[in-house]
């Protein structure tokens, strides 16, 4: 189930990821990423497929969007109901479930009150050990999150540099001493080159790739 009403939870936001995920972004860059984000939070995880709507949620004119629209669509995957960001879907299905199970709690403790106090109180001791065991277990976003990092990471890595690459994507992320981060802005600024793969192979092999922040957006 997915959260589409007035009562949506705050959306989380753990800022230590999202940085390591954004170097490359300028101020206004993250700004238009933020004001997306947070839209697609409020109306189910998708944006329309309309640049005009996306420029207006953005607070861009059409010429400021069509220049960052590459860098921050990055970020983005298109589908059939709209453009959907990953790590943004899974924090919503995770608040969904939250607010289902309690819910579920809730409609059990009402059927208590107006039943055997008895029988109803047994059941609300099921249910609440039920829902405490299910939530102990159930993976926090941040869990979540690291572990899809790395998946996010090969996934683009080998959009970007063709099959085969896994290798490659994985010595790049040790030459970047393990940051997830550096290692994703270094294969967005590959994916400007003529050949992207040759690039990353520079920067394995010891060459200086260039500032990182100036790289194409790539969560």
Do not use: C
Not at 105 to 125: D, L, M, P, V
Not at 183 to 210: L, Q
């Amino acid at each position: 189930m997915v959260l589409r009403d007035k009562n949506m939870p705050a959306m989380p936001w753990f800022v230590r990821d999202y940085l390591m995920d954004t170097q490359h972004l300028t101020r206004d860059q993250h700004g238009a990423y933020l004001l997306l984000l947070g839209t697609a939070w409020t109306q189910g995880g998708y944006l329309p497929d309309d640049d005009e709507v996306l420029a207006a949620i953005a607070k861009a004119t059409p010429a400021e969007w069509d220049a960052m629209r590459a860098r921050i669509m990055a970020f983005w995957t298109l589908t059939k109901r709209g453009w959907k960001q990953k790590r943004l879907m899974k924090e919503i299905e995770y608040v969904s479930e939250q607010k289902e199970r309690r819910k579920r709690a809730a409609q059990i403790g009402g059927r208590a009150k107006a039943g055997k106090q008895r029988e109803n109180s047994s059941a609300i001791r099921t249910a609440n050990a039920q829902e405490t065991q299910a939530i102990a277990l159930a993976p926090t976003p941040t869990l979540v999150a690291k572990a899809t990092e790395d998946a996010a990471l090969f996934e683009r890595g080998v959009e970007v540099l063709g099959e085969g690459s896994r290798g490659l994507i994985a010595k790049l992320k040790k030459v970047k001493g393990g940051s997830v981060g550096e290692a994703r802005a270094a294969i967005e600024m590959a994916s400007t080159k003529v050949n992207p793969r040759e690039y990353i192979g520079r920067i394995v092999n010891g060459a200086n790739e260039g500032p990182v922040r100036g790289s194409v957006g790539a969560i």
